[in-house]
């Protein structure tokens, strides 16, 4: 079965350093999608950055980068730099098969992160 | 800017009251979604529906049913609310089809059942 995992309930981290938010997956997918998400205090899911599993290159959106490294089925979310409103929930999420009609995501149960001043 | 719009944002139900949590988007996209959040399980799929006129369960369909009203319009009805469906529930939409699909998520609809 396809699943997501998380290890790291919660992390602190210093104002402007970076962060590696963990997140490993399971599939026997040969052709599948990785996402992130943010969850603020507010509560809403905001789209952060998205890997295909054929795509060669690590996917990167301004701070945000995914170190993706297909062999060890793992995704991270790296944040360089990080600022106070980066405090939040993050969801790893995974498609279960790329481009398909469904497009259903399957999430891990996230990592709340705290950015100290 | 509307993306994908829930209402109510809040709702207070007894036990065994129905409701209709709606959900619309302006993206022209294809398939919507509904999750359910619980502390400490990530979000969970309830319904989806992939194209207009279809829709399937997901993870957790037990307790609730769903309409694909039109392309825009998908809802989310509790015949008989049990407090085990106190919950945030999240609308998704996406537009289906190959390439990256990224799911746009509305703010949430926060219900406690009592």
């Known amino acids: 079965a396809q699943k997501i995992t998380q290890t790291q309930p919660g992390m602190f981290v210093q104002e402007k350093e970076a962060v590696t938010l963990d997140c490993t997956y399971d599939t026997s997918d040969q052709s599948y999608g990785l996402f992130w998400y943010k969850q603020p205090s507010s509560g809403e899911m905001i789209f952060l950055i998205y890997q295909g599993s054929y795509d060669e290159q690590n996917a990167t959106e301004g701070r945000y980068s995914l170190n993706f490294q297909k062999a060890r089925k793992s995704a991270n979310l790296v944040i360089s730099a990080s600022q106070l409103g980066d405090s939040a929930m993050y969801f790893c999420?995974?498609?279960?098969?790329?481009?398909?009609?469904?497009?259903?995501?399957?999430f891990g149960t996230g990592t709340l992160l705290a950015v100290q001043p | 800017n509307a993306g994908v719009t829930q209402t109510p944002k809040f709702q207070v139900l007894k036990t065994g009251q129905s409701m209709t949590l709606q959900c619309a988007q302006d993206m022209n996209h294809n398939s919507m979604y509904w999750y359910r959040q619980d502390p400490g399980m990530g979000l969970r799929l309830i319904y989806y529906?992939?194209?207009?006129?279809?829709?399937d369960k997901g993870e957790v369909p037990n307790g609730y049913n769903v309409s694909r009203l039109n392309k825009r319009e998908f809802s989310l009805r509790l015949e008989s609310a049990a407090p085990s469906q106190t919950s945030v529930y999240f609308c998704?939409?996406?537009?289906?089809?190959?390439?990256?699909?990224?799911?746009?998520f509305g703010a949430g609809t926060r219900l406690s059942v009592l």
């Open positions: 999420a995974m498609r279960e098969s790329y481009g398909g009609a469904t497009n259903k995501l399957i």
């Open positions: 529906s992939a194209s207009e006129g279809t829709t």
């Open positions: 998704a939409s996406a537009s289906g089809g190959s390439g990256k699909n990224i799911q746009y």
